[in-house]
């Protein structure tokens, strides 16, 4: 089947009430035949659904459809793309373990590798930048992962993902994807060596600004037998989980059924079947979506970029952005609608230009039906030190949009006045 066609009817068989949206499952937990039944269930050993906070059926079809997208085995629903990145990491490492990353990260995801997982004896390397060489030359024996963005936020950089995941394959490593700003539909992680996809959900899949979520998907590629040393949570018999071996028992999903079975378990951070529900509706028109978010946000940038009172633009779409080759071999001549910018004035006209826009919403989200504005220094990235900044790709007077869905005339009219604020008060302050 087609993307389109999977994101609006993947993983879900009508019951006998034959209703045509997914239902919502608001249930904690599901009646037990007799106990061989609650046993065999609660072992994985057949199909089913027992306690809420594992498994829900409004739920799984979400993770079913997703995983159906991103070509995968499997795939874990969660409360927010925080607890994806989280998850995801967590399932891999131990105290005394480390994992390297790229710079360019989400501001909340940095923050957490900076400055929490070394707080629980797990050391993040980050490379100098996203190149592959970079990476390869942080990895040793105590690696456990590469993580990266596909399409980094707010940088905008696209991973040369081939290269990256030859690298680590070459040392033993798998490559967690988070594939949030790119959507399935732009870019599939796992048919480029990526292991491990997750996105918030939060953003283009839901779409609409209403609902949190997260997932975590399973490529179902990592060759975990052949590295014992290195993954032997995955191999050895699992005493928090009646001594299974992951990979010799659950051999289509081992780094889902883990994580679900010991991350999701203990941590509990479990996604409503409401929420669920939301997320599929978003979904299921994401590919309609997706066009006008790119027209608008291509009509936007082209009149950033000849405006006399902006200093800079960088948008995928424009031919001379540094990652304008690799974003059309893995994005496919596609562009994400979000942009970043600078306005003549420096840090004092990004902020005024943030403060006068009056159509855009000045908040902390992206991939929503409605166009929003954000200075990522002092909101998304304000926890990060001048150097981490510049890692991160964040100049001081950096604007991002993530453009919406609205008529784009409307949208450069908003901007066009915002600017002439902004180029007001940033004179004003130089005058005084
Ligand atoms: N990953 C990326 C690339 C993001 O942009 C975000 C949030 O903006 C997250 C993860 C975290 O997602 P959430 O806000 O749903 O927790």
């Known amino acids: 089947m087609h993307d389109e066609t999977l994101a609006i009817h993947g993983g879900y068989t009508p019951d006998s009430t034959r209703a045509v949206a997914v239902p919502i499952y608001q249930t904690v937990a599901h009646d037990f035949i007799d106990a061989d039944h609650a ?34 085995t499997a795939a874990m629903a969660v409360g927010s793309g925080a607890a994806a990145v ?14 390297v990353s790229v710079p360019q990260l989400y501001g909340a995801t940095y923050t957490y590798f900076a400055h929490v997982l070394p707080t629980l004896g797990v050391q993040v390397r980050f490379a100098a930048d996203d190149q592959p060489e970079s990476i390869g030359a942080l990895i040793d024996e105590r690696t456990k992962a590469v993580f990266c963005e596909t399409v980094g936020n707010p940088a905008g950089n696209v991973i040369d993902l081939a290269a990256v995941a030859d690298v680590a394959h070459a040392a033993g490593v798998p490559v967690i994807a988070d594939n949030t700003v790119a959507t399935p539909f732009l870019l599939k992680p796992v048919e480029h060596g990526a292991d491990v996809v997750i996105h918030s959900l939060t953003k283009f899949i839901g779409g609409h600004g209403t609902t949190m979520g997260g997932i975590v998907v399973d490529g179902g590629t990592f060759p975990w ?33 883990r994580c679900k079975t010991i991350g999701l378990r203990n941590t509990g951070s479990v996604l409503s079947p409401f929420n669920a529900f939301l997320h ?103 926890q990060l030190k001048t150097h981490e900044l510049e890692a991160a790709g964040i100049s001081p007077d950096m604007v991002r949009l993530s453009v919406g869905l609205e008529h784009p005339d409307d949208l450069i009219e908003d901007l066009d006045q915002a600017l002439a604020a902004s180029v007001a008060s940033s004179s004003t302050v130089s005058a005084r």
């Open 39 to 72: 046993g065999d269930i609660m072992d994985l050993q057949t199909p089913g659904f027992h306690y809420n906070r594992l498994n829900n059926p409004t739920v799984d079809v979400l993770e079913q459809r997703i995983t159906a997208l991103e070509g995968g």
């Open 86 to 99: 989280s998850m995801s990491v967590l399932n891999l490492v131990s105290a005394g373990d480390n994992f």
């Open 225 to 257: 037998s052949e590295h014992p040393e290195r993954f032997r949570a995955f191999l050895e018999p699992e005493p928090a989980f009646h001594g299974v071996s992951y990979a010799d028992d659950f051999p289509n999903a081992p780094y889902v059924t």
């Open 280 to 382: 599929l509706q978003g979904l299921e028109t994401l590919a309609v979506r997706l066009p006008r978010h790119e027209a608008n946000s291509r009509a936007v940038a082209e009149y950033l970029v000849q405006d006399p009172r902006v200093s800079w633009v960088s948008f995928l779409g424009l031919p001379d952005n540094p990652y304008h080759e690799l974003g059309r071999r893995y994005l496919g001549g596609h562009v994400p609608s979000i942009m970043t910018f600078g306005v003549h004035g420096g840090h004092e006209a990004g902020i005024a230009m943030f403060n006068s826009v009056k159509l855009f919403k000045r908040l902390l989200n992206m991939g929503d039906a409605k166009s929003l504005i954000t200075h990522p220094a002092s909101t998304t990235h304000r």
